[in-house]
């Protein structure tokens, strides 16, 4: 808190709360009476309203808010945010005095190629969300660029936060909204940016504290979100365990961007077991779809994992029930022993080596298993593959359904998916392991990220976690990939264990006055921010491009 005074007010159907601060110090607190509002249509609105509580109870309230220790694990680590009790005091009156558990978040996202928006309720029901997906404008590109998407962001954002309001029946964020949480980093800086200057203005216009999230934070505690429809009348029920996911649990987040392997003991409490070295798996997908000449928009990982099927259904499938009519099961052979020799007999002929199987560890490597690509190609098709030139159709789609070449595309599909796989299941066992042999018994395995739709990966995760007698929890694939709600919720989290908020700066303020390069002074981009410390027995380098002007890891103190 500077030492300019900072005024904001609340008002709600009951009451107004005006709170003042002056230099870090709480001046005063008042609350008047209002009349009540209708019911209005919006059934939110209506759930918001009845959520209130007299004068009587705000007081008591205060009163107890006043008594909060101030020696919390998490208020220490993230130091700087709460200066001062009367600082918690205040943030905490903002979501409590609004609503209580039917409090909003509005949550924003923009560190990639999604616009994303939505409302959650403080009790992990979602309310209203909205997406603008920037596919058709980098598809030709072999990749996000990064301008393209700052301006295609530029565009979009307040469509996409106007019309998540709208779904949401929200006419006057001031007095509906309770924090408004912004995706502060991993991520392009340039299109970060847009959606932190949109939620500093949201924060400064209505006076409502700001969340900054991280981006793979809200990835991972997504899996602790609801899932079931929110309606007005959950304001009358218990107050439930949120979500699916207990902690502690182990994440596999796994996308175009990300590809990391953790230990998650609580919000803020991560460990990275495992990381890539050099390619996540996504990336590796969509440069394996592109050399095969396959459609990418929106990432190659469907069209491969297709084609991939395809050669296990439309190839070795008949050739395994060939086999299995010629070769004799003798009376002393079990059908899974049968099994196991009928495909050993009939197997993909073009196989890729498993990647990092010497090294004990959970990391990962994609780019090995690239070259593998690059090299079955050229050595079966005969294409000569040119790698400066990464939008290249090596083998270019219009000769997709000439069916020449297809069942060997389709097998070095199926090689290269078998590996990643594989490269899959090592690491997730051994992270397993490696938890269990801590003291700490996860209650899940959580797998996020686009690539998590796929269902090779799917399947093979799931036998992994009942090796382990575990659950396997994919939250659902519109929340796997970038959207809005993981920023909310991870915001509430957060609000919940008053960790990392940041208060409203008034657009009157120096800050709003400044010019436009010199807005970000309320919440820090953070391009390059590690989830938390590494394992000591991750042991992997990651590329030295990837490591520069890296922010302290989440959760470490300041
Ligand atoms: O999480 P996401 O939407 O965006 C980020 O990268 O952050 O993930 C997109 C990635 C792309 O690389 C895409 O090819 C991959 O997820 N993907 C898949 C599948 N669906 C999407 N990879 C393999 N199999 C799939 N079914
Ligand atoms: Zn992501």
């Given at each position: 808190?500077?030492?300019?005074?900072?005024?904001?007010?609340?008002?709600?159907?009951?009451?107004?709360?005006?709170?003042?601060?002056?230099?870090?110090?709480?001046?005063?607190?008042?609350?008047?009476?209002?009349?009540?509002?209708?019911?209005?249509?919006?059934?939110?609105?209506?759930?918001?309203?009845?959520?209130?509580?007299?004068?009587?109870?705000?007081?008591?309230?205060?009163?107890?808010?006043?008594?909060?220790?101030?020696?919390?694990?998490?208020?220490?680590?993230?130091?700087?945010?709460?200066?001062?009790?009367?600082?918690?005091?205040?943030?905490?009156?903002?979501?409590?005095?609004?609503?209580?558990?039917?409090?909003?978040?509005?949550?924003?996202?923009?560190s990639c190629d999604d616009?994303?928006?939505?409302?959650?309720?403080?009790?992990?029901?979602?309310?209203?969300?909205?997406i603008?997906s920037q596919v058709s404008i980098h598809e030709n590109w072999g990749g996000v660029v990064?301008?393209?998407a700052?301006?295609?962001?530029?565009?979009?954002?307040?469509?996409?936060?106007?019309?998540?309001?709208?779904?949401?029946?929200?006419?006057?964020?001031?007095?509906?909204?309770?924090?408004?949480?912004?995706?502060?980093?991993?991520?392009?800086?340039?299109?970060?940016?847009?959606?932190?200057?949109?939620?500093?203005?949201?924060?400064?216009?209505?006076?409502?504290?700001?969340?900054?999230?991280?981006?793979?934070?809200?990835h991972?505690?997504?899996?602790?979100?609801?899932?079931?429809?929110?309606?007005?009348?959950?304001?009358?029920?218990?107050?439930?365990?949120?979500?699916?996911?207990?902690?502690?649990?182990?994440?596999?987040l796994v996308s175009g961007g990300h590809n990391?392997?953790?230990?998650?003991?609580?919000?803020?409490?991560?460990?990275?077991?495992?990381?890539?070295?050099?390619d996540a798996i996504g990336e590796a997908y969509d440069k394996t779809a592109r050399l095969l000449g396959l459609p990418v928009g929106g990432g190659g990982g469907p069209a491969l994992e297709k084609l991939a099927?395809?050669?296990?259904?439309?190839?070795?499938?008949?050739?395994?029930?060939?086999?299995?009519?010629?070769?004799?099961?003798?009376?002393?052979?079990?059908?899974?022993?049968?099994?196991?020799?009928?495909?050993?007999?009939?197997?993909?002929?073009?196989?890729?080596?498993?990647?990092?199987?010497?090294?004990?560890?959970?990391?990962?490597?994609f780019?090995?298993?690239k070259?593998?690509?690059?090299?079955?190609?050229?050595?079966?098709?005969?294409?000569?593959?040119?790698?400066?030139?990464p939008e290249?159709k090596?083998?270019?789609s219009?000769?997709?359904?000439?069916?020449?070449?297809?069942?060997?595309?389709?097998?070095?599909a199926?090689?290269f998916q078998?590996?990643a796989?594989?490269?899959?299941?090592?690491?997730?066992?051994?992270?397993?392991?490696?938890?269990?042999?801590?003291?700490?018994?996860?209650?899940?395995?959580?797998?996020a990220g686009g690539v998590a739709s796929n269902q090779k990966i799917?399947?093979?995760?799931?036998?992994?976690?009942?090796?382990?007698?575990?659950?396997?929890?994919?939250?659902?694939p519109s929340?796997c990939t970038d959207n809005?709600?993981?920023?909310?919720?991870?915001?509430?989290?957060?609000?919940?264990?008053?960790?990392?908020?940041?208060?409203?700066?008034?657009?009157?303020?120096?800050?709003?006055?400044?010019?436009?390069?010199?807005?970000?002074?309320?919440?820090?981009?953070?391009?390059?921010?590690?989830?938390?410390?590494?394992?000591?027995?991750?042991?992997?380098?990651?590329?030295?491009?990837?490591?520069?002007?890296?922010?302290?890891?989440?959760?470490?103190?300041?």
């Amino acid at each position: 808190m500077s030492t300019a005074a900072v005024f904001a007010m609340y008002s709600s159907p009951f009451k107004s709360i005006v709170v003042l601060f002056s230099g870090g110090e709480f001046v005063r607190s008042r609350k008047a009476n209002s009349k009540r509002l209708p019911r209005g249509a919006a059934a939110l609105t209506a759930a918001r309203f009845s959520a209130s509580t007299t004068i009587e109870e705000e007081e008591e309230k205060e009163e107890q808010m006043k008594d909060l220790k101030f020696d919390q694990k998490g208020i220490v680590s993230d130091a700087g945010v709460y200066k001062t009790k009367e600082e918690k005091m205040f943030l905490q009156n903002a979501i409590q005095l609004k609503g209580g558990k039917n409090a909003l978040i509005l949550g924003i996202e923009t560190s990639c190629d999604d616009t994303a928006c939505a409302i959650v309720t403080k009790s992990g029901f979602v309310v209203s969300e909205a997406i603008k997906s920037q596919v058709s404008i980098h598809e030709n590109w072999g990749g996000v660029v990064p301008t393209l998407a700052k301006e295609a962001h530029q565009n979009a954002i307040d469509d996409v936060v106007e019309e998540c309001l709208r779904k949401a029946g929200v006419t006057d964020i001031g007095k509906q909204v309770s924090a408004v949480a912004v995706t502060v980093g991993p991520g392009l800086s340039m299109c970060l940016r847009v959606g932190v200057r949109k939620a500093q203005k949201i924060s400064g216009e209505y006076g409502i504290p700001i969340v900054p999230v991280h981006h793979m934070e809200a990835h991972c505690l997504v899996a602790r979100v609801k899932e079931e429809e929110w309606n007005s009348s959950r304001e009358e029920e218990e107050e439930e365990e949120n979500g699916v996911a207990k902690f502690p649990f182990v994440a596999l987040l796994v996308s175009g961007g990300h590809n990391v392997l953790l230990k998650v003991e609580g919000v803020g409490r991560y460990t990275i077991l495992g990381q890539t070295l050099d390619d996540a798996i996504g990336e590796a997908y969509d440069k394996t779809a592109r050399l095969l000449g396959l459609p990418v928009g929106g990432g190659g990982g469907p069209a491969l994992e297709k084609l991939a099927k395809e050669y296990e259904e439309i190839v070795l499938e008949p050739r395994r029930e060939q086999a299995r009519k010629e070769i004799e099961q003798e009376a002393h052979i079990t059908d899974e022993v049968f099994e196991k020799i009928v495909r050993k007999k009939v197997k993909n002929p073009i196989r890729f080596t498993v990647p990092l199987r010497k090294r004990k560890t959970c990391d990962f490597s994609f780019a090995g298993l690239k070259t593998n690509v690059r090299l079955a190609i050229e050595k079966h098709l005969g294409a000569v593959v040119d790698e400066s030139k990464p939008e290249q159709k090596v083998l270019p789609s219009e000769n997709w359904d000439g069916i020449e070449n297809r069942e060997t595309r389709a097998a070095i599909a199926h090689a290269f998916q078998t590996a990643a796989v594989t490269h899959l299941e090592d690491r997730v066992s051994r992270a397993l392991e490696w938890v269990e042999s801590d003291g700490v018994s996860p209650t899940c395995l959580v797998v996020a990220g686009g690539v998590a739709s796929n269902q090779k990966i799917r399947k093979s995760l799931l036998q992994i976690g009942s090796n382990h007698s575990i659950d396997v929890v994919f939250p659902k694939p519109s929340w796997c990939t970038d959207n809005g709600v993981m920023v909310a919720w991870a915001g509430i989290e957060r609000l919940n264990l008053a960790l990392g908020v940041e208060k409203p700066v008034p657009r009157n303020s120096e800050a709003f006055r400044k010019d436009e390069k010199d807005r970000d002074v309320q919440v820090r981009l953070k391009p390059r921010w590690p989830l938390g410390e590494m394992d000591e027995r991750a042991i992997g380098e990651v590329k030295s491009s990837k490591v520069s002007k890296m922010a302290r890891p989440l959760g470490s103190s300041d």
